[in-house]
């Protein structure tokens, strides 16, 4: 069965919109653009529909990217997210930005255990490590927000060879430092659009979808905001 989904992701400094048809033909449009997503994720959302010649009511779901990541970069890409559902009628798909960017440094080198750290400014991260097993990521950890140094003490825990994703890498080189484990770079700062549509299809195939009025952002630094996920992510 064919599906199709628009991506949009702006929970990070990068701005990206994707858009699959017939579960994988790809077209996407990927900017780095601090503090302009609302300047371009519009029009690329726009440019896409109209290469392929379609629009949002041809769609099967949306999907964005719920955090964590920049409080307005999140905002944005769920209003937006919410305001083309709403008018097309269609369901939302929500996926973690953490996730989608452990999906990016597996495509990008094939290692199927990533670290994934953001910078969260104010000297602590968004931190969360993932394992790709039968396609899905899972984890045993919390999304978690904390000061880059306690990183060592749940690292302890993991073993072997580790990609790593996201900006809290490079903010934080000591990061790369922990004892017992390889680690190699996933090539992957930011999320992407393209990778979130890889996750939103297997969610929406196994009925992992919201109605408009119930999705949430995923801040972490409250921790009204701070849930632990569920085995499978």
């Given at each position: 069965?064919?599906?199709?989904?628009?991506?949009?992701?702006?929970?990070?400094?990068?701005?990206?919109?994707?858009?699959?048809?017939?579960?994988?033909?790809?077209?996407?449009?990927?900017?780095?653009?601090?503090?302009?997503?609302?300047?371009?994720?519009?029009?690329?959302?726009?440019?896409?529909?109209?290469?392929?010649?379609?629009?949002?009511?041809?769609?099967?779901?949306?999907?964005?990217?719920?955090?964590?990541?920049?409080?307005?970069?999140?905002?944005?890409?769920?209003?937006?997210?919410?305001?083309?559902?709403?008018?097309?009628?269609?369901?939302?798909?929500?996926?973690?930005?953490?996730?989608?960017?452990?999906?990016?440094?597996?495509?990008?080198?094939?290692?199927?255990?990533?670290?994934?750290?953001?910078?969260?400014?104010?000297?602590?991260?968004?931190?969360?490590?993932?394992?790709?097993?039968?396609?899905?990521?899972?984890?045993?950890?919390?999304?978690?927000?904390?000061?880059?140094?306690?990183?060592?003490?749940?690292?302890?825990?993991?073993?072997?060879?580790?990609?790593?994703?996201?900006?809290?890498?490079?903010?934080?080189?000591?990061?790369?430092?922990?004892?017992?484990?390889?680690?190699?770079?996933?090539?992957?700062?930011?999320?992407?659009a393209r990778d979130i549509l890889s996750i939103a299809l297997?969610?929406?195939?196994?009925?992992?979808?919201?109605?408009?009025?119930?999705?949430?952002?995923?801040?972490?630094?409250?921790?009204?905001?701070?849930?632990?996920?569920?085995?499978?992510?």
């Amino acid at each position: 069965m064919s599906t199709r989904i628009l991506a949009i992701d702006t929970a990070t400094e990068a701005c990206s919109v994707a858009l699959m048809l017939d579960n994988d033909l790809l077209l996407e449009r990927f900017i780095f653009a601090p503090r302009k997503h609302t300047q371009y994720v519009l029009p690329m959302v726009d440019d896409l529909l109209a290469e392929a010649n379609i629009t949002l009511k041809n769609l099967d779901a949306l999907a964005f990217s719920s955090g964590p990541g920049s409080f307005t970069g999140i905002r944005i890409g769920i209003g937006i997210a919410q305001g083309l559902a709403l008018g097309a009628n269609l369901p939302l798909i929500s996926v973690s930005t953490l996730v989608a960017l452990a999906e990016g440094a597996w495509r990008q080198t094939g290692i199927y255990q990533v670290l994934t750290a953001i910078d969260a400014r104010m000297g602590e991260v968004y931190w969360a490590p993932y394992q790709r097993q039968a396609g899905v990521w899972l984890t045993k950890e919390r999304e978690a927000i904390m000061a880059p140094e306690a990183l060592s003490t749940l690292s302890k825990n993991l073993s072997g060879c580790w990609a790593t994703a996201g900006t809290g890498w490079q903010t934080y080189p000591n990061l790369l430092h922990h004892e017992g484990l390889t680690l190699i770079s996933g090539n992957t700062l930011f999320s992407n659009a393209r990778d979130i549509l890889s996750i939103a299809l297997h969610y929406y195939h196994h009925g992992s979808i919201q109605p408009v009025t119930l999705v949430e952002p995923t801040y972490l630094h409250d921790k009204v905001a701070w849930k632990k996920l569920s085995d499978r992510v």
